[in-house]
């Protein structure tokens, strides 16, 4: 079973920057193509952004494309997410997941293990 705790939320102003970690414990972290997703209040949980086994290949909503950067420490287990640029719209509980993939894949069916969560807050 896989453990994966989120940090590094918070409150920050538009236009301001803030870095998230996940990390790991449990089965092997460099077997998991990890994601991150978010949940904005009354919306469904969507896809953010995810990185393969080795940090070779990333994948972006379009709507944070050019603002945020996913990558990953595999000797650490941590996953990271690094917002700049951060609208009003980026307001959500960050969560981050793991799926078993060689490729990643941006349906929440596909990952098997999730965090608790951590609340991003952007004020206009």
């Known amino acids: 079973q896989v453990q994966l705790v989120e940090s590094g939320g918070g409150l920050v102003q538009a236009g301001g920057s803030l870095r998230l970690s996940c990390a790991a414990s449990g089965r092997t972290f460099s077997n998991y193509v990890m994601g991150w997703f978010r949940q904005a209040p009354g919306k469904e949980r969507e896809f953010v952004a995810a990185i393969t086994r080795s940090g070779g290949n990333t994948d972006y909503a379009e709507s944070v494309k050019g603002r945020f950067t996913i990558s990953r420490d595999n000797a650490k287990n941590t996953v990271y997410l690094q917002m700049i640029s951060l609208k009003p719209d980026d307001t959500a509980v960050y969560y981050c997941?793991?799926?078993?993939?060689?490729?990643?894949?941006?349906?929440?069916?596909?990952?098997?293990?999730w965090g608790q969560g951590t609340q991003v807050t952007v004020s206009s």
């Open positions: 997941a793991a799926d078993g993939s060689s490729i990643v894949r941006r349906g929440m069916s596909f990952y098997d293990y």
